[in-house]
């Protein structure tokens, strides 16, 4: 059973930037794909980024592209989102999620375990 603790949100200025972590536990990453998610209040979940379980395979929504970046580090059970030029749109509860044999598709059934997730704030 895997389990993802989100961590690194918070308050930030338009512009900033702040980098999230999601460490997982349980299992090793090799053979999963984890996507970011994100809910802003009053709106429904939305897809942000994704990285495949097949090393350099990434997705982006376009509204992340070019400023957000999904990586990975397998030795270390920890994905990242490093989000830079931050507005306010992107004020959001941002969630961790995997699937295995993850291929990083934008669709929440690609994924069999969640975050709590963690609050990103951008004030203008």
């Known amino acids: 059973q895997m389990r993802l603790v989100e961590s690194g949100g918070g308050l930030a200025q338009a512009g900033d930037s702040l980098r999230l972590s999601c460490a997982a536990s349980?299992?090793?990453?090799?053979?999963?794909?984890f996507g970011w998610f994100r809910q802003a209040p009053g709106k429904e979940r939305e897809f942000v980024a994704a990285i495949s379980y097949i090393p350099g395979n990434t997705n982006y929504a376009a509204s992340a592209k070019g400023r957000f970046t999904i990586s990975r580090d397998n030795a270390k059970n920890t994905v990242y989102l490093q989000m830079n030029s931050l507005n306010s749109e992107d004020t959001a509860v941002y969630y961790c999620?995997?699937?295995?044999?993850?291929?990083?598709?934008?669709?929440?059934?690609?994924?069999?375990?969640w975050g709590q997730g963690t609050q990103v704030t951008v004030s203008s």
């Open positions: 349980g299992v090793t990453l090799n053979g999963y794909g």
């Open positions: 999620a995997a699937g295995r044999y993850g291929l990083g598709r934008p669709s929440d059934d690609e994924y069999n375990y």
